[in-house]
């Protein structure tokens, strides 16, 4: 039996991020050949979904051996769940620590050589402070959105903006997944170069709570790469 085209994208549906549930909303074909169109919803223990998706995207196949699969995706920490017209509390996955579980799931359907863009345009807090983050020099890997990305599996993380005469569309955080080993050396070193060049830097009293956040990531990132890397770079010497 011939396999769905897009098998990787509906297994997202049922994954668990501890008590509760993603859920695939309809999948549309766009113009594209090869995209859907998706929306991701999350299911609390009662089967109640939240009113707004916690993600909104468009998912590809690629072409052949040219293009991986890759995602280009609107992201939502903040949620509603509804229940007989009554609102409860706004649920927001960050501080309940489900944002490292659901892009660990996106990350899982990307294959090597595949990507992954992340819009930080919304007005959420993690859309700001990705924001804030850029503007006062911090890496993108160790950004708030950035380094979710990270660590779901993408080895090289970049800021990506392509001007296209006025179908830009919003600003991202875009991953990339290594094809092969010696890709991925390439990517932990240059990571790496780029998060120890951040932490020789003189901090700075008005940016504190970002700086501190971006200290803890660049950290806990230094302790992937040094797992995973096998170059000549001497990491441990900084």
Not at 17 to 39: A, C, N, P, V
Not at 102 to 131: A, W
Not at 183 to 207: C, D, G, N, V
């Amino acid at each position: 039996m011939k396999r769905d085209k897009f098998f990787l994208l509906k297994s997202l549906h049922g994954k668990r991020l501890d008590s509760y549930t993603l859920h695939l909303g309809e999948i549309k074909q766009l113009k594209m050949s090869g995209w859907r169109g998706f929306k991701l919803y999350l299911q609390d223990s009662l089967g109640i979904l939240s009113k707004n998706p916690v993600i909104r995207g468009i998912y590809s196949i690629g072409r052949k051996k040219e293009v991986k699969p890759w995602m280009d995706l609107e992201y939502h920490e903040e949620l509603k769940f509804f229940k007989r017209e009554e609102a409860k509390d706004k649920f927001s996955i960050s501080s309940q620590g489900f944002g490292r579980m659901l892009f660990q799931c996106l990350g899982d359907i990307i294959p090597p050589g595949g990507h992954l863009m992340v819009s930080y345009e919304n007005r959420q807090k993690i859309h700001i402070n990705t924001v804030k983050s850029l503007n006062i020099g911090i890496p993108p890997v160790v950004t708030p959105l950035g380094f979710l990305i990270f660590i779901s599996g993408f080895q090289h993380i970049k800021d990506w903006y392509l001007a296209e005469g006025g179908f830009e569309g919003p600003r991202k955080i875009w991953g990339e997944k290594a094809p092969d080993a010696s890709w991925a050396q390439t990517f932990y070193e240059e990571t790496a170069k780029q998060i120890l060049q951040f932490l020789k830097r003189k901090p700075k009293p008005s940016h504190k709570e970002l700086e501190e956040s971006a200290d803890r990531c660049s950290r806990e990132a230094l302790g992937i790469i040094k797992r995973n890397y096998r170059g000549n770079f001497n990491i441990e010497a900084y």
